[in-house]
Nanobody, 127 residues
């Protein structure tokens, strides 16, 4: 069983930055995809960014391209989400997710493609 533990959430003003961390209980080399999702109250869970652990290839939601960066530290079994130029609409609970399965195309940012989930960390951006 893979456990994921997020940290780094908090409250910031619009235009600010936060870095989220997600520590995995297993080697990230044993996982194929690591991803970040978010869910605002009353909305569906949305894929934000995903990373293919083998090559480091990444994919982002259009809403965060150019502002968010996903990265991995295999020595620490950790995946990060650097969030810059934050906007009030980025306010949500952010979840780390992973899978050891093969995922292609648009499925890379779909919640149903991921098996393991963290408990989430809250990000609040004020205007």
């Amino acid at each position: 069983q893979v456990q994921l533990v997020e940290s780094g959430g908090g409250s910031v003003q619009a235009g600010g930055s936060l870095r989220l961390s997600c520590a995995a209980s297993v080697s990230t080399f044993s996982l194929t995809w690591l991803a970040w999702f978010r869910q605002a109250p009353g909305k569906e869970r949305e894929g934000v960014a995903a990373l293919f652990t083998v090559s480091g290839a990444t994919v982002y939601a259009d809403s965060v391209k150019g502002r968010f960066t996903i990265s991995q530290d295999n020595a620490q079994n950790t995946v990060y989400l650097q969030m810059n130029s934050l906007k009030p609409e980025d306010t949500a609970m952010y979840y780390c997710a992973s899978t050891s399965n093969t995922v292609w195309g648009s499925h890379r940012l779909r919640a149903g493609s991921y098996i393991y989930w963290g408990q989430g960390t809250q990000v609040t951006v004020s205007s």
